[in-house]
């Protein structure tokens, strides 16, 4: 269809909407225009759901002033014929159904509630010391293992609240994070209204008796602010009634730069964190059981740089006028600029229609996934010369940084004395250097998460990641490490190895294990849903592959079974390290510093002219390898870039020359990674990881080849091709020893029926 427009305020398109008889299906839009455009020819292609009988094409201008001219209007053929669909079925036999019913709060079989300390608060508030830990108010150090719940779940009624708080502190949850308390499908803002203003009272009052029961429990709280709010014109914000749930035409990205979302935010986080819970009797901002506090979900603007259709086209051109308005100020003319950005070769970025003056600077949105390996800084695209981008990144980080300071000075006034947190996604290495500025770092982080937008049924790889290639393919774990930075509390907010991969018992504990090698702060499951439901991509409390290994993980964990790693690794970041473009992580040969996960610890430090840390070894490459050090550090200079070649080699060498705890017997050529504590191998060549610790021993992936796996006190012999058998002691004494041990054994777990 062709389509014109003139002054659309609102949105102007076609869609296909399927039908039985009278009966609406489903429907699929075309592009939305507004503003006043020429012709301009959209298409969309649809599949047939198998129940429809008609068709009915729309043209259509929403909630709009304007006018729009639709021609040409046609419907061509049918689509490419649909692959033959060949349903699997495992066989069963012998297979036994393993149910998690909701309610069960029983303390006969599992009980880890003495893990927890109750109330929740009684050793004060949370916070963070030079160290980059989480301790509470009186020396204690706070550790945090737990899950989330989200939209509606947030607000139970009350004897359900009572019901889910008492059963998470049976499987030793002593966190539980508030997840899209806002958005239109959460509980707490009242959309009816018309604006996001309001609080559904009753919804907050279940909200208050929950956060109650939960610290009862000694479940502490995990406290989002601005998840998936659906702002509205009529609060004042231009085309808010436009945006969509998700990131597409959604305020993500906007909501940092637009003032009077910002201004709406901090209503909100006024609203809610002095608000006084009368089950408590405190203010939110007064009550130590709220733990932290996370000021966006999933947001920020180095997302535009990612993402070329964020937010609305709105929104994109107040964008590019800040961004001209940005050049203009920090060059002044035209010729300046263009000097600025041209390259050693000649080759000047700015193009001849581009001027600041006039604000046609073009700004490049959703460029970073075209930024290739081969050179690692761009191509000869004026779009990704690495001199624009280096600008893009310092105009970005500007943004960033004020918003931050002004939710930070916002949240401070109110009297929050605990961690705050910025957002949970980093693209590039500047903005984990800017999210650094909040108090600790948080990370969402899944594995083979599901493509479930695909088309006609949605995709995703069902593969273990014990048996992947560790040096070329990303893994969540090395995304979170690459993030986490020296003096910062380290939480992992989301994780997941989501249903359907059959191989998802790998994921719990393989994860707990790492985060103790880590030694990183928090680490939460998403999610926990209310309902014993079938199994589902993220919920996992009636999965025996993920709930089923909650217990042993939580031990492992809250116990500290698995040692911190006894060498902590540095990685510095000179300032023109941190503003070079790079690939992202999907896309790049070899993901930075990803064998560090799996030996040492590893933090990212940012320095302006000197490193002055106190890691045991620092590791300087690529643009960085030139570092200035001071003091008499051990220092590992490699000058590769560490997206284009795999440096364990080279690093484990230079470990061994400087004598560095637990890699005196390490053999780099073999595909074997052993934590420098000795407690951790993961094999990716043989698909095998063991946990081998006094008191949690483990085996995870292919056991069936493995043969007879002995880690010293526990033999594993199995006959099931994938799987994870883990030993732990219950009474604190060593396997072997121990009077009382949990064994847990799964492998795979399906809904019945399941093809």
Not at 200 to 206: E, G
Not at 611 to 637: F, M, Q, T
Request: hydrophobic content about 40%.
């Amino acid at each position: 269809v062709w389509i014109k427009t003139e002054g659309v305020t609102g949105q102007a398109y076609a869609h296909l909407a399927w039908q039985r008889g009278s009966k609406w299906l489903s429907e699929t839009p075309t592009p939305r225009l507004d503003g006043t455009a020429d012709w301009r020819k959209v298409t969309v292609s649809a599949v047939a759901p198998d129940e429809a009988d008609n068709l009915v094409v729309s043209l259509n201008l929403a909630r709009a002033k304007g006018t729009a001219w639709f021609d040409d209007v046609s419907v061509s053929g049918k689509s490419d014929v649909l692959p033959e669909v060949h349903y699997e079925f495992n066989d069963t036999e012998g297979w036994f159904p393993f149910p998690f019913p909701p309610d069960d709060t029983n303390l006969d079989g599992i009980d880890l509630t003495g893990l927890l300390h109750t109330p929740a608060g009684k050793h004060g508030f949370v916070t963070v010391r030079p160290d980059g830990h989480f301790y509470y108010e009186d020396g204690t150090r706070a550790r945090f293992f737990g899950t989330n719940v989200g939209g509606r779940d947030c607000a139970p009624e009350k004897e359900r609240a009572r019901r889910v708080a008492a059963r998470l502190a049976k499987y030793g949850v002593n966190m539980l994070r508030l997840h899209s308390l806002d958005g239109r499908y959460g509980p707490l803002i009242d959309y009816s209204q018309g604006t996001s203003q309001e609080f559904n009272a009753a919804a907050l009052d279940r909200i208050d008796y929950f956060i109650a029961e939960l610290k009862k429990r000694g479940i502490y709280v995990y406290m989002d602010l601005l998840d998936y709010r659906w702002f509205r014109t009529a609060d004042g914000v231009a085309r808010g009634d436009e945006f969509t749930h998700n990131w597409q035409g959604s305020m993500k990205g906007a909501s940092i730069f637009d003032e009077r979302m910002i201004e709406l935010q901090k209503d909100y986080a006024t609203k809610l964190l002095t608000h006084r819970n009368p089950y408590t009797g405190l203010r939110y901002v007064d009550d130590p059981a709220i733990a932290v506090v996370e000021t966006t979900n999933e947001n920020s603007i180095f997302y535009f740089f990612n993402m070329s259709g964020l937010s609305l086209e709105y929104y994109r051109d107040e964008l590019t006028r800040r961004w001209n308005a940005w050049l203009a100020s920090e060059y002044g003319r035209r010729d300046a600029l263009a000097r600025a950005w041209t390259d050693e070769e000649g080759r000047c970025a700015l193009v001849a229609e581009e001027d600041p003056a006039g604000g046609s600077v073009a700004l490049p949105f959703g460029m970073l996934g075209r930024i290739r390996p081969a050179t690692g800084e761009g191509t000869v695209d004026p779009l990704l010369s690495p001199l624009r981008v280096r600008d893009v990144l310092r105009f970005f980080a500007g943004i960033q940084r004020r918003y931050y300071e002004t939710m930070r000075s916002h949240l401070a006034g109110l009297g929050v004395r605990v961690p705050v947190a910025g957002t949970n996604q980093q693209f590039v290495v500047v903005d984990t250097e800017v999210d650094a500025m909040n108090d600790f770092m948080s990370r969402n982080q899944y594995w083979r998460h599901p493509q479930r937008n695909a088309r006609p049924f949605f995709k995703f790889a069902n593969e273990p990641l014990v048996a992947v290639d560790i040096p070329t393919v990303r893994n969540p774990l090395s995304v979170i490490a690459r993030t986490s930075v020296a003096g910062k509390p380290q939480a992992v907010a989301e994780f997941n190895f989501p249903w359907p991969n059959e191989y998802r018992c790998e994921g719990l504990l393989m994860s707990a294990a790492y985060a103790c090698l880590q030694d990183w702060d928090m680490f939460l499951l998403f999610s926990y849903g209310l309902d014993d439901g079938p199994l589902s991509m993220f919920r996992s409390q009636s999965d025996p592959a993920r709930w089923g290994e909650f217990p042993a993980a939580a031990m492992m964990f809250h116990r500290h079974d698995v040692a911190a790693a006894r060498n902590e690794v540095h990685v510095v970041h000179t300032p023109r390290d941190t503003f070079t473009p790079r690939p992202h992580t999907r896309y790049a040969k070899y993901t930075n510093y990803r064998f560090l996960t799996f030996t040492s610890k590893v933090r990212n430090v940012f320095i302006d002219e000197a490193y002055r840390g106190d890691a045991d070894v620092v590791l300087a490459c690529g643009l960085s390898a030139d570092a200035r050090v001071e003091g008499d550090r051990k220092v590992i200079r490699l000058s590769q870039r560490p997206w284009e070649e795999w440096l364990y080699p080279d690093f484990v060498g230079a470990a061994q020359r400087l004598q560095l705890p637990g890699y005196d017997r390490v053999d780099a050529k073999t595909k074997r990674l052993a934590s420098d504590t000795g407690e951790l191998s993961l094999d990716y060549g043989e698909g095998l990881l063991t946990i081998n610790t006094p008191c949690t021993k483990s085996a995870i992936g292919y056991l069936q080849n493995a043969g007879p796996i002995d880690l010293g006190g526990l033999r594993i012999d199995a006959r099931t091709e994938f799987a994870a058998v883990t030993a732990t002691s219950l009474d604190g004494e060593p396997i072997g020893r121990s009077r009382r041990v949990l064994l847990t054994s799964v492998a795979r777990a399906e809904n019945t029926a399941q093809g």
